[in-house]
């Protein structure tokens, strides 16, 4: 890890991506704070609302605001502002209480208005709302706890599995890798989506949010690992003929313990990297599925998930564009890891940097 | 001739046609994995709840409005019939013996079991389309990408490398699906293109207009596809060429006044082939598939919605024709991708196949 904070700091987009993901990973973790209300709680008489918080007005000067909407249409959703009618947003306010981390209940949220308690308060939307009245802002919250941690979850079972057979293969050689070698291809050759759509089929019925999350991540990484697996083959291969592994084997060390405790460590910058670009593919695995209706479905929410709902019709889009904010979401955070692999890339590979 | 005569004489026949071998034995374990992999299709498909005929029954159910004129409602006979008609009621190792017995002996692939019509028919048609598409975003990404990749190789350090480094960066991350989302809302919003891929015009009647407006309504999902993969190779080239022309031989060239266009494209870029000739192993079998989530935005009626729809009412016929022929084009891609190789790079040679 030497020199890699010091070079973090000194690439301003990688070190920009690195806070960006930083801070979306906090709040993750805070969302039940830092989001106003619950992601299923459906607010009747706002559907398709536009985003309304505003900052100045001349009843209530500067400050955070909300302008009361009236719905014009009620066939497409059209909303006018109501002159002189504003509602202020507070920090900490008492809102709606719900479970967090399911340890302890909370009601105590960083901002939001007097909504529910003076009547003529309105509810802050940041994002808006989709068609059911719910606040895209929580919802896009919650449903960051799905879309950052499937990345990290799945690369981290593909990592192993490719870790194992690929380090095994590599290191064994002979029948273990003829066996190892054609299991691979023979997964690359299982045409992927088919397969996902298969097993999701055998198993899809009637299972919660958590189940499919998993069935999800398994899924995307059983037929992620096979190319994973034969670049650690080619790596183990290269340093396994390098003088310490053939001193280790005269120490008459166990073989398994000279692959993963001296020659994997070898290859941690690699793995590190692989790790990094992984997580962003399997972000989008997620979306993808989810858009094809296999992923995650409601009551559960993801961004993928809020993209297939709300972010599918161009219709839709067109007249409530604030529903795309999901898919913002997510092309921030993909190009975020992206750009910190373009780092440790240099970082990883110096022959790399040379060529580019 | 005893078992030690028989290795040494196969060790020598390898060693005299070493490609042969490679070739012979490559062949065998291709058809083999095929083999094991329609297997494995017949058992996953028996192991997903209901089958076709279910399936069937179902939408009819939910389809039927009028409850007293039950004539055409299905007893529990007639489905069972119509299961041993399909041969579903059989365990799925003799489904496939008969499958392979259907395609091999009698050189037919069956009919798909929702619509009737021949699965070579149906596969036939869906495939042109996405087979027409594939090849021109093809040709267009290689033309430019080897073009813009070679030209900026030999600008590297200047401004324009560095931002179009950033560019291929962007575009390499960006989400494909979002793309096309967003190109499908460009074409809707201001109603320049079509939001569909493809035109409502009969071939028949008129083919050079059909031409015309085909090429208009894939503007829009050639672009997206474009764009989604332009990053990622013009990012390989740009590296690989560097790569190559900081090598001695590169300086040794230079030294002896060659010029330098010449040292770019017939020493430097001849050696920049490897890693996309073993690249395009999948080339092959990308061509002849359709690529699902454009198919499904754009409504293109290609193979890869097909497909889908085909494994989601388990069309067997159908999904098997298809997982097979692209099995098996991955596999010709892979041995063709080795042999190209070895034309290429003297290198590379087979004696340890």
Known sequence: MKGLAKRLVRRPLAFGSFVVLVVLYLAMTFCEFLAPYDANRLFEHYSDLPPNLSWYSNELGFGPQVQTMSMVNDVTQQYVRVKGEYTRVNLFTQGQTVSMWGLFSLSTHLFGTDFGKDPKAQPVFLFGTDNLGRDVFSRILY?????????????????????????????????????????????????????????????????????????????????????????????????????????????????????????????????????????????????????????????????????????????????????????????????????????????????????? | MDASTFANRWAKERGRHPLLFFFANRVITMVLMLFVLGLGVFGLMSLAPGDIVDNYVRSQMLTMTDFRSNDNALDSQQIAEAKHRLGLDKPFYEQYAHWLKQVLVDHDLGRSLISRAPVLFLVASRMVNSIVLNLISLVILTLASFSLGIWLSSKAGTKLDVSAAFVSLFLNAFPGILLLLLLQMFAAGTGWFPVTAYPTDNFDGNPAGFGISYLYHIILPLLGAFLGSLGGSLRLIRATMLDQLGQPYVTALRSRGIDEGRIRFQHAFRNTMNPFITGSSTLLADLFSGSLILEIIFSYPGIGRLMYEAVLQKDINLVMTNIMFISALLLVGMLLSDLALALVDPRVRFNKA
Not at chain 1, 206 to 228: A, C, E, K, N, R
Not at chain 1, 238 to 248: G, H, I, L, M
Not at chain 1, 301 to 311: P, T
Request: hydrophobic share 55%; charged share 10%; proline share 4%.
């Open chain 1, 143 to 356: 449903g960051s706890r799905i879309s950052l941690t499937i990345g990290f979850v799945g690369v981290f079972l593909s990592l192993s599995l490719a870790l194992i057979f690929g380090g095994l293969a590599g290191y064994f050689g002979g029948i273990w890798d003829w066996i190892i070698m054609r299991l691979c291809e023979f997964i690359i050759l299982v045409p992927g989506l088919y397969l996902i759509l298969f097993l999701r089929s055998i198993l899809s019925d009637h299972m919660d949010s958590g189940q499919s999350f998993m069935l999800i991540t398994v899924i995307l990484s059983f037929v992620g690992w096979p190319g994973t697996a034969r670049m650690i083959r080619g790596m183990v291969h290269a340093v396994k003929r390098q003088d310490f592994v053939a001193n280790a084997q005269l120490e008459s060390m166990p073989s398994l313990s000279i692959l993963f405790r001296h020659i994997v460590p070898q290859m941690s910058s690699i793995l590190i990297l692989s790790v990094t670009l992984g997580v962003p593919g399997f972000i989008l695995g997620e979306t993808a599925l989810s858009y094809l209706g296999l992923g995650i479905v409601d009551p559960a929410v993801s961004w993928g998930s809020m993209i297939n709902r709300d972010a599918t019709s161009v219709s839709n889009l067109l007249s409530f564009p604030w529903l795309f904010a999901p898919g913002i979401f997510l092309v921030i955070v993909t190009l975020a890891f992206n750009f910190i692999g373009e780092l440790l890339r240099d970082w990883a590979d110096p022959n790399w940097k040379e060529a580019s």
